[in-house]
């Protein structure tokens, strides 16, 4: 019988945290935030647990369930937070007036966050009419507005909206003047909602937000029979987006729009300007056809290439060959022959398609068509499963026009079809010629990996050492690397030792946080893969590390910056996108608030002191992925690797938030933490509302269908997708499944993450191929995707087990 975690929190919780005793739970790390102490004292935080059931009277004291009550905040547990914070404001008289704010203002978050609307609004009353000369009263109007929404009790939160402005203009204006819109459009007041929407557009914003208001303001203008000012929106946009799909997007919005107001003049314009200047994108087929439906006339050239890119092959066809019919040969680019063969190709039509390329071929001797015209014609034949064919007229290319700039890759193409299909020998002779005639290309160095993998897999060792020691001094960064890491392997198995120490410290230096790099530690210390260390350490004297690396970034950087360096910088401090995004972070709008760190942290990613300030800062506040990037970019600056950083900067770039939740995830499910930290900060950077396009949600973004069976076998009753925004739930949905894939895998990692990422099935193929080594299983995974994963995974643990691992 599974454990219902939703239902169980030991009465020792309780009494812990009264006593100030912490029950040998794991310490937190300690902070430094933006302010005026930079070396705060470490907290001991308790292993939690989702719902709690507390003594029927406040045994507990309420500065120490204040602490509690944050901390399920952070973690997720809302309703937990919910009724600590209750309890807390039930003692009334009982409690400082500085906690009782606390309180009032934490129920109404945590509240808001759980959808207690009525709850919220409660509590933020409360906090309001009480705590009236707070620091944070303006934020709690935000809040509660946020809260009647949630009610749709729209006037009372346009009061509230209102109430703020008035209280802090000039913040975040654009969001709230947004927010009073929608209300207005609720209420059916539609003049008004618009004037709020018009100063929300006029008002600061990051640029990616800007465009969606005006998208939604633009609907709202329509709706409201005022085509004119939605056109106008629309072409606001256009001024400033810059990415062609969304620009054709918005194009074929605006042409729409005058087409249904009876301006068909101008709705014609803008479909052909669609039509020719983004080709290959849907907008222009739609346009095409919107076009050819009023009459208008089109070139059958454009017209079949447009329709090919849109995957209409048939209309396509057509439209080539009536192109063709109607001028002479030299009328005609020999693009279009090409485009026709790839459209007969793909509705099954071989010998048509053969011969359109060899029309090109034939005719067209000197365009850059013509070496693209020979690679199709042996992709035709081996779409057609005429292998001896394909790799016949690959070979012909390399042969008899080794000169143009396909040939390499015809060879590669001949290499890698004799060794898909049982002829290693053939293969890799072909492979070492693509590397003697063409070496600086990419098929090279790809065809020399397959070589000297080949001529492992047949037991070669001595040829498989002698090609991965040619790429070892060909390429550079993880290539590089990864060629070490074999002559290493080699060596050590033919017994130089001296051979394979060299090449495995070349590997380290070549791409220092790379999978190769640590494997290659790993091998030269003796050291199983994901071996744990004996102990972890997740407590540090920051004081002393963070001057370490302020006295770095002043030695590497040349700063001559006088006293402490991780304070804002005015300029920093007076970044209107900064103090945005901080403002919108503190009223729980925190997707928005991420765009607008996300947009200074771009335009400081360059200045190591800059960011340095902005991921103490934004750690501070608890942005933890932006705090992440920021830190990543003060190693990146410095063009070194993670682990040659200061510890207090490397810890920025592998953090270890969420620590609690982590250590009671992986204590019950058997699994080293420092692992679980890895995957994490893998699948979403410790971004707790991370959401990817199969649905994978939170910190460990599992998808729709495993979170469903993970639920079952954890009794999570009335489960939600929504649930693994929770940071518990994502980390012990996680921590569930890679546990399952452990046990399956027989404690194998690097199998359990393949099965984590890409399922236990294929991981399983993947192991017997390999034998058991981890190496090879690396070469057997045929998911790119999931060999980066589990790549970059081993490298992540690596820098958490030298962070974090005590020997």
Request: net charge negative; charged share 20%; with cysteine.
């Amino acid at each position: 019988m599974t454990t219902n975690l939703k239902s169980f929190l030991p009465f020792l919780l309780v009494i812990s945290l009264a006593a100030g005793c912490s029950f040998g739970v794991q310490p937190t790390p300690i902070y430094v935030t933006a302010t005026p102490d930079a070396t705060a004292g470490p907290t001991a935080t308790p292993t939690l647990t989702p719902t709690p059931t507390f003594p029927p009277t406040p045994t507990v004291v309420p500065e120490v369930a204040l602490r509690l009550a944050d901390r399920y905040l952070v973690n997720g547990y809302y309703e937990n937070a919910v009724y600590t914070y209750q309890t807390i404001l039930a003692q009334g008289d009982g409690i400082s007036p500085a906690t009782g704010a606390a309180a009032a203002f934490g129920l109404g978050r945590a509240a808001l966050r759980e959808g207690l609307f009525a709850d919220s609004v409660n509590a933020l009353t409360t906090f309001i009419n009480q705590y009236g000369q707070d620091g944070r009263i303006a934020q709690a109007y935000f809040l509660r507005g946020d809260a009647y929404m949630g009610l749709s009790q729209w006037a009372e939160a346009l009061a509230d909206f209102q109430q703020y402005l008035a209280m802090r203009p000039g913040m975040i204006d654009s969001y709230v003047h947004e927010r009073m819109g929608d209300a207005h459009l609720a209420l059916e007041q539609t003049q008004p909602a618009l004037d709020a929407y018009a100063k929300a557009t006029g008002e600061g914003r990051s640029l990616v937000p800007e465009l969606a208001l005006r998208e939604k303001v633009a609907q709202v203008y329509i709706q409201a029979g005022q085509p004119q000012a939605a056109l106008a929106q629309y072409d606001a946009i256009l001024a400033e987006a810059r990415n062609v799909p969304y620009r054709a997007l918005i194009e074929l919005n605006a042409a729409q729009l005058l087409l249904d107001s009876g301006s068909e003049e101008n709705a014609l314009a803008r479909l052909q300007a669609i039509f020719e200047n983004y080709p290959d994108t849907p907008q222009a087929y739609q346009a095409m056809q919107l076009l050819t439906e009023n009459g208008v006339e089109l070139d059958d050239y454009a017209k079949g290439r447009v329709s090919y890119l849109y995957g209409d092959y048939q209309t396509a066809i057509d439209a080539f060959n009536a192109y063709t019919s109607s001028h002479i040969l030299s009328e005609v680019p020999a693009e279009l022959y090409l485009l026709l063969g790839r459209a007969y190709r793909e509705i099954g039509n071989t010998a048509a398609a053969i011969t359109a390329f060899q029309t090109v071929i034939d005719q067209y001797p000197t365009d850059p068509a013509f070496g693209e015209a020979l690679l199709e014609q042996g992709r035709t034949r081996f779409l057609s499963n005429d292998i001896e064919g394909a790799i016949a007229q690959y070979l012909r290319i390399a042969d008899t026009y080794g000169d143009i700039p396909q040939a390499a890759e015809a060879l590669w193409r001949a290499g890698y079809l004799y060794g898909t299909n049982d002829k290693p020998a053939e293969s890799r002779q072909i492979f070492e010629r693509l590397a003697d005639k063409y070496p600086d290309t990419e098929q090279a160095r790809s065809g020399l990996f397959l070589a000297a993998s080949a001529a492992y897999n047949l037991d070669d060792l001595a040829g498989a050492e002698r090609l991965y020691a040619r790429l070892a001094v060909t390429t550079t960064g993880d290539d590089q690397a990864a060629a070490y890491l074999w002559v290493g392997r080699l060596a050590l198995q033919r017994g130089d030792e001296q051979t394979a120490q060299q090449a495995f410290q070349q590997a380290v230096a070549a791409a220092p946080d790379s999978y190769f790099a640590a494997r290659a530690q790993d091998i030269q210390l003796g050291r199983e893969p994901f071996a744990p260390p004996a102990q972890v350490q997740f407590e540090f004297d920051e004081a002393a590390q963070l001057a370490e690396a302020e006295n770095w970034l002043r030695q590497k950087f040349a700063v001559e910056q006088e006293g402490s360096l991780w304070q804002l910088s005015p300029p920093l401090q007076a970044d209107p996108r900064l103090i945005r995004g901080n403002e919108l972070w503190a009223v729980g709008a925190n997707e928005e608030a991420e765009v607008e760190f996300g947009d200074v942290i771009e335009a400081n990613k360059d200045n190591a002191l800059t960011s340095f300030q902005l991921a103490v800062f934004l750690r501070g506040i608890g942005a933890y992925q932006p705090s992440i990037l920021a830190g990543a970019n003060v190693i990146r600056a410095a063009q070194v690797g993670t682990l040659e950083a200061p510890p207090f900067i490397a810890r920025l770039r592998y953090p270890v938030y969420y620590l609690d939740v982590v250590l009671d995830a992986a204590q019950r499910q058997d699994i080293d933490p420092l692992l679980l930290f890895s995957l994490i900060r893998h699948e979403s950077l410790f971004d707790t509302y991370a959401t990817a396009a199969a649905g994978e949600k939170g910190l460990t973004q599992v998808i729709p269908s495993t979170g469903e069976y993970i639920a079952q076998q954890l009794e999570w009753p009335n489960y939600q997708h929504s649930d693994l925004f929770r940071p518990y739930a994502g980390v012990e949905f996680g921590a569930y499944f890679l546990a399952e894939n452990l046990r399956r895998f027989d404690n194998n990692v690097i199998a359990a993450l393949a099965g984590y990422n890409a399922g236990p099935g294929r991981a399983a193929s993947w192991l017997e191929l390999s034998g058991g080594d981890p190496d090879l299983f690396m070469t057997t995974i045929t998911i790119a995707s999931t060999r980066t994963y589990v790549e970059r995974i081993y490298g992540f643990y690596n820098i958490y087990r030298a962070l974090y691992g005590v020997a």
